[in-house]
């Protein structure tokens, strides 16, 4: 909700006062000038967003988003050149590993053999096909998106013509 009332209102800061909110239903009022309105109204009119509130919140996520991914620590690297990443395995995942390591890689430390595994195996062609599968995702979406935001328009304008109605 768009609210332009007086901050100085003392009826309006008694009410906020009176009703003691639960994070569920807090709510939050933003100012915005004429222009900020006229784009945010752009989004909700081309069908991106069904309303501004729909808009102004995935705005919010992805800026929280955004701030929480940078304040994140960087992981620390090593003095080779590696980051250290903690992988969770079944007991009898890594007791063949073991075993793996002492018989046919000459004791070479279980984790060396995981990244490797990484980098080389076939582990990395699928993360690879998984990848290129989640962008031609996003790439359909964007067009879905495209193709409904055309036909929502169109099936207004057959409702202004009067050849449709509802």
Not at 13 to 29: N, V
Request: hydrophobic content about 40%; some cysteine.
């Amino acid at each position: 909700m768009f609210d332009n009332a007086p901050e100085g209102n003392p009826a309006r800061r008694r009410a906020a006062e009176a009703s003691p909110e639960t994070p569920e239903d807090a709510r939050i009022a933003l100012r915005c000038n004429r222009k900020e309105l006229q784009l945010v109204d752009s989004f909700v009119t081309n069908g991106e967003f069904a309303t501004r509130s729909e808009l102004m919140r995935s705005a919010l996520h992805a800026f929280l988003r955004s701030r929480a991914l940078s304040a994140a620590p960087a992981p620390a690297v090593d003095a080779e050149g590696f980051i250290e990443v903690p992988v969770r395995l079944r007991p009898e995942e890594y007791a063949a590993f073991e075993t793996y390591s002492h018989h046919v890689a000459n004791g070479r430390p279980v984790r060396d053999l995981l990244a490797e595994i990484v980098r080389r195996g076939e582990m990395a062609m699928q993360v690879q096909e998984l990848v290129a599968r989640a962008r031609a995702t996003v790439r359909e979406v964007v067009q879905t998106r495209a193709q409904v935001g055309a036909l929502q328009e169109s099936g207004k304008d057959l409702e202004r013509r009067g050849v449709v109605g509802r």
